[in-house]
């Protein structure tokens, strides 16, 4: 039966096209001829066939589309959501399409905000404080020919005064800085990216809308853009980096005619703004899929240039000075983490990603002369100009990252107060998890990281014990060779066994550990839990 209805797709062709040749969905163009935007024809997928499961579904997004739909408005959940849904797999976020109007959507909801510039949208707020969900509502949005609408010169922020009022703006590259012209929802469908995204689903009915046989492409875990993928690049350059992540994230093959144009059209992402780029490579690294994004990118010579952060551990020349351990530790642990559905923090995995850059920096300053803490701080703001750049939320980044690497030396100071003052610190578990990552790729004393492990979690009494241990590990190192506490090595210093560079490390005195009481915990939550 599916077999029948693949088949009865795929002998479909496009019922009404924009001007200019075109290529139904589903087909290989001519070599030489320009593709132009594919108008579908409207295809209602049943339940018996699509197969959802609807205990996946969302009671908030299904609350929204029926709102709507009761008010006489078509409605449909859409995009990444339907995609997910059809692979089985319960959507993280889930996105409406509807033809109601912003103004319209928002006059039906008691939280609803309208947002946006370049896209305006609604978000339907149900709960609150962190335990809030927000469904993003979209109008069917109108295919305009990019030759079509106004131009300007410059971008969002160089050109504001001449966008303001206007519905559809591109710049001179063609990409796409306003959108906000309603039409139906077969031009909808048109102007979304992959076909895999422009899938509607109406939960009431539980059929599936397919304008562009997203629901085989689906099936045969292809990833194919609507339309000529080299004017739908231009239209909004971030596909390119999209189409990267879905491909990693989704374990899907990139449809040759999709895949070609990527690297002739890279040079188009340098008009992206700073910001958006931004948050797109952090979707790259925080969606539990990050070791296969950076190898898609590889895979697609988009590894160098795009993203300075990325230029900062991905460079051949750090394959072999230690460097490129610690980044695919940090980037498998938070893998992991999502993986486990546990939070992740941006500012610890750009803390991890830019340690040596700020540690090379600092250790310049410092021969230099400038204090630790100075050097530190000048080396801080000097990396994020040159790999971060102007975004929103700079200063809030900067200062927890700033505080993971400040605690790295702490670490070492194991005195009653200096150990207890670090572990009642608020981002004590992060700055702690920073430390166990740099133990486990050999940059950082793993007795040390082991050690504050202990230390974390143990009663009172167990602290003492501890804290007696480390006295007489410090005065024997003392002993032995006159050096400070236990030492943090620079990477490829040492042989990787926990000792200072020329002095063995004493062995560990051995201890009987006391039997915890039951609810007898001073120590903060375990330290799994600190990279959020």
Not at 45 to 62: K, T, Y
Not at 153 to 161: C, F, M, P
Not at 184 to 197: C, G, I, K, M, S
Not at 355 to 377: C, F, I, N, S, Y
Request: glycine share 8%; hydrophobic share 40%; with cysteine.
């Amino acid at each position: 039966m599916i077999k029948k209805f693949i088949d009865k797709l795929l002998g479909k062709s496009a019922s009404k096209t924009t001007p200019g040749p075109q290529t139904p969905a589903g087909t290989e163009p001519e070599a030489g001829v320009p593709v132009g935007p594919v108008i579908g024809v409207r295809v209602e997928v049943p339940v018996s066939e699509h197969g959802i499961n609807p205990a996946l579904l969302d009671d908030r997004a299904i609350k929204v589309v029926t709102t709507l739909q009761d008010a006489g408005y078509e409605a449909y959940v859409v995009g990444g959501a339907v995609r997910d849904l059809l692979l089985g797999h319960r959507p993280k976020d889930f996105d409406v399409a509807t033809s109601a109007t912003p103004e319209q959507v928002k006059s039906l909801f008691r939280r609803a905000f309208i947002i946006g510039r370049r896209f305006r949208i609604v978000h339907v707020v149900h709960g609150r404080g962190r335990e809030h969900e927000v469904v993003e509502v979209s109008t069917f949005r109108a295919y305009l020919d990019a030759s079509a609408a106004e131009q300007v010169a410059g971008n969002e922020k160089t050109s504001k005064s001449e966008l303001a009022g206007k519905s559809h703006v591109v710049d001179a590259s063609g990409r796409v800085l306003r959108d906000n012209v309603w039409g139906p929802q077969d031009e909808d469908a048109a102007r979304r990216d992959f076909t895999v995204n422009a899938l509607y689903y109406d939960p009431r009915r539980q059929i599936v809308v397919d304008y562009h046989h997203g629901l085989v492409d689906a099936k045969k875990r292809l990833l194919r853009m609507i339309g000529d993928p080299v004017t739908r690049y231009r239209e909004d350059p971030v596909r390119i980096i999209r189409v990267v992540r879905f491909a990693a994230k989704l374990g899907f093959e990139i449809e040759p005619g999709t895949r070609k144009p990527i690297r002739a059209c890279a040079d188009l992402l340098a008009n992206v703004p700073a910001s958006r780029l931004f948050d797109e490579m952090i979707k790259l690294l925080q969606t539990g899929h990050s070791l296969a994004s950076l190898e898609e990118l590889r895979k697609q010579g988009l590894h160098k240039g795009i993203f300075p952060i990325l230029d900062a551990v991905l460079d051949d020349a750090h394959q072999h000075d230690g460097r490129e351990q610690f980044i695919q530790r940090a980037l498998a642990d938070t893998d992991r983490r999502v993986g486990e559905g546990k939070p992740v923090a941006p500012s610890f995995m750009l803390a991890c990603m830019l340690w040596h850059d700020v540690l090379r920096r600092t250790e310049q300053l410092r021969a230099k002369g400038e204090g630790p803490t100075a050097a530190m701080q000048t080396a801080t703001d000097a990396v994020f100009d040159a790999r971060i750049g102007d975004i929103s939320g700079r200063g809030k980044l900067a200062a927890d990252m700033r505080e993971i690497w400040l605690m790295q030396p702490r670490f070492e100071r194991r005195t009653p107060s200096s150990a207890l003052s670090l572990a009642e610190q608020a981002r004590f578990r992060a700055g702690f998890d920073f430390l166990r990552l740099r133990a486990d790729a050999g940059e950082a004393d793993a007795d040390l990281a082991r050690w504050w492990e202990d230390f974390s979690t143990a009663n009172e009494a167990e602290r003492e014990d501890l804290l007696d241990e480390a006295r007489v590990q410090d005065l024997a190192r003392r002993a032995a060779g006159g050096t400070p506490t236990v030492r943090t090595r620079a990477v490829g210093e040492g042989d990787g066994d926990g000792a200072t560079a020329g002095v063995p490390a004493p062995a560990a005195r051995k201890r009987r550990r006391r039997r915890k009481p039951a609810g007898d915990r001073s120590a903060p939550p375990a330290a799994d839990d600190a990279a959020g």
